[in-house]
Nanobody, 113 residues
């Protein structure tokens, strides 16, 4: 399984960004995909996850601002990020979990104050 993340960039506080993660290869039909982020000097943390059936889970810090979704026909994961804050600045990684864990390369999100 290969994961290719895109959509990061520089945005002002209060702005929006949409991240995408395209999966390819031998993708298990039942899986959980998610977004994680890592800020400088901090551990990687969960942002949001979504199962194949659409069940979602969010970190408290992003609830009400971020929306995770997926298009199973395109094997693509999305993260709509609204009302961005400087503390959202991080490298964002997508992950696919089934019988093993696969990580994509990160995409940088920078929110200026």
């Amino acid at each position: 399984v290969q994961l290719q993340a895109s959509g990061g960039g520089l945005v002002q506080a209060g702005g929006s960004l949409r991240l995408s993660c395209a999966a390819s290869g031998n993708i298990p039909s039942i899986n959980t995909m998610g977004w994680y982020r890592q800020a400088p000097g901090k551990q990687r943390e969960l942002v949001a996850t979504i199962t194949t059936s659409g069940t979602t889970n969010y970190a408290d810090s992003v609830k009400g601002r971020f929306t995770i979704s997926r298009d199973n026909t395109k094997n693509t994961l999305y993260l709509q990020m609204n009302s961005l804050k400087p503390e959202d600045t991080a490298v964002y990684y997508c992950r696919l979990t089934a019988w093993s864990i696969h990580w994509g390369q990160g995409t940088q999100v920078t929110v200026s104050s």
